[in-house]
T-cell receptor, first 110, second 118 residues
Framework: EDQVTQSPEALRLQEGESSSLNCSYT??????LFWYRQDPGKGPEFLFT???AGEEKEKERLKATLTKKESFLHITAPKPEDSATYLC???????????FGSGTQLTVLP | EAQVTQNPRYLITVTGKKLTVTCSQN?????MSWYRQDPGLGLRQIYY???????DKGDVPEGYKVSRKEKRNFPLILESPSPNQTSLYFC?????????????????FGPGTRLTVL
C-alpha cells in the first residue's frame, strides 16, 4: 500500500524567510510524485510532477526535488500570497490512483 | 475559460435520499476522477475514469456510483447517503500521461461540493 507523510503539518514563516516542506513516501515502483497547492475553500491547483529520483523542477519561488524516499518543496523568499496548504501525492506502479498526504499548511506573515 | 464545474456547491440532505453531484469539464480531457477530502485524512480517490464508458474504483468507492456516458461529464451518485459521507467532494480532470501508465497528470480540480448528510 502506498503511503505519503508530509511534515511539518503547519509552518509559519516571515516574508522572505526561506524554508522547505518535506514529503516522505513509500511506494512500490514510483511512477510519479506530484505537488499541489490548495487555498482555503478551493480545489487543489497543480504545481509539479516529478518522475524519477534526481529530478528537479522550478516555478517562481518554488523548487521541487525528488530522491528515492522523499521530496522537498523549497520556498525561496516567500511572500504572503504563498500562504496555502501544499499537498504531495504519489502514483505507484501497482496503483491507478493517486495517494495524497495530509498536507502542510504554510502561513507567510508580512 | 478552461474549467471544471461542479453542482451543487453546497448540499444538506437526509439519510437515504438519493442524490447526484454533477461534474463537467470543457478541456476535452479523457481522465476524470472524484475525491473526498476529510480533516486529517487528506484527499482520497473515490472513482476514476480513463475515458468514456471506462470507470474504476479508487480507494473509497463504497456507497458511491459513477457513470461516464460522455467525455465531458462524470456525475457522482449517492444512492442512499449516510452521515459518514458528509465531506468535501472534488471532481478533477486531466489528459492521460503515458509515463503514468495512462493515469492523469496535471489534474484540474473543480471548486468542490460540501455535502452534509443528516
Amino acid at each position: 500500500e502506498d503511503q505519503v507523510t508530509q511534515s511539518p503539518e503547519a509552518l509559519r514563516l516571515q516574508e522572505g524567510e526561506s524554508s522547505s516542506l518535506n514529503c516522505s513516501y513509500t511506494v512500490s515502483g514510483l511512477r510519479g510524485l506530484f505537488w499541489y497547492r490548495q487555498d482555503p475553500g478551493k480545489g487543489p491547483e497543480f504545481l509539479f510532477t516529478l518522475y524519477s529520483a534526481g529530478e528537479e523542477k522550478e516555478k517562481e519561488r518554488l523548487k521541487a526535488t525528488l530522491t528515492k524516499k522523499e521530496s522537498f518543496l523549497h520556498i525561496t523568499a516567500p511572500k504572503p500570497e504563498d500562504s496555502a496548504t501544499y499537498l504531495c501525492a504519489v502514483l505507484g506502479s501497482s496503483a491507478r490512483q493517486l495517494t495524497f498526504g495530509s498536507g502542510t499548511q504554510l502561513t507567510v506573515l508580512p | 475559460e478552461a474549467q471544471v464545474t461542479q453542482n451543487p456547491r453546497y448540499l444538506i440532505t437526509v439519510t437515504g435520499k438519493k442524490l447526484t453531484v454533477t461534474c463537467s469539464q470543457n478541456m476535452n480531457h479523457e481522465y476524470m476522477s472524484w475525491y473526498r477530502q476529510d480533516p486529517g485524512l487528506g484527499l482520497r480517490q473515490i472513482y476514476y475514469s480513463m475515458n468514456v464508458e471506462v470507470t474504476d474504483k479508487g480507494d473509497v468507492p463504497e456507497g458511491y456510483k459513477v457513470s461516464r456516458k460522455e467525455k465531458r461529464n462524470f456525475p457522482l451518485i449517492l444512492e442512499s447517503p449516510s452521515p459518514n459521507q458528509t465531506s468535501l467532494y472534488f471532481c478533477a480532470s486531466s489528459l492521460p500521461d503515458a509515463r503514468l501508465a495512462g493515469s492523469g497528470n496535471e489534474q484540474f480540480f473543480g471548486p468542490g461540493t460540501r455535502l452534509t448528510v443528516l
